[in-house]
């Protein structure tokens, strides 16, 4: 099994900053692909950003220059900071993990993040 623990959510004002953390662990972990998605009520889930073990990244369109994801593979951790928070940043963010051969897809309990003044 796989768990997923994120922290770091909380109410922020616009412009401002906010760093997300999310700890993996579980016998049937593997650091394949871990990253995050939101979701804002109403809304689709989307991505927000993705880190590979070898290092690869891809970020949502929204937040590209803004938010920075990073990764301690040996804690088996992958790290979200977030810059230049805009109110449409609001929104349930979600660690994902995702594994091959197995396949297996994890997610975290989610953490929220308002931005508000």
């Known amino acids: 099994q796989v768990q997923l623990v994120e922290s770091g959510g909380g109410l922020v004002q616009p412009g401002g900053s906010l760093n997300l953390s999310c700890a993996a662990s579980g016998s049937e972990f593997r650091f394949h692909r871990m990253g995050w998605y939101r979701q804002a009520p109403g809304e689709e889930r989307e991505l927000v950003a993705l880190i590979s073990n070898g290092g690869k990244i891809n970020y949502g369109d929204a937040v590209k220059g803004r938010f920075t994801i990073t990764s301690d593979i040996a804690a088996n951790t992958v790290y979200l900071q977030m810059t230049t928070l805009k109110p449409e940043d609001t929104a349930v963010y979600y660690c994902?993990?995702?594994?091959?051969?197995?396949?297996?897809?994890?997610w975290g309990q989610g953490t929220q993040v308002t931005v508000s003044s």
């Open positions: 994902n993990s995702r594994q091959w051969l197995p396949n297996r897809d994890d």
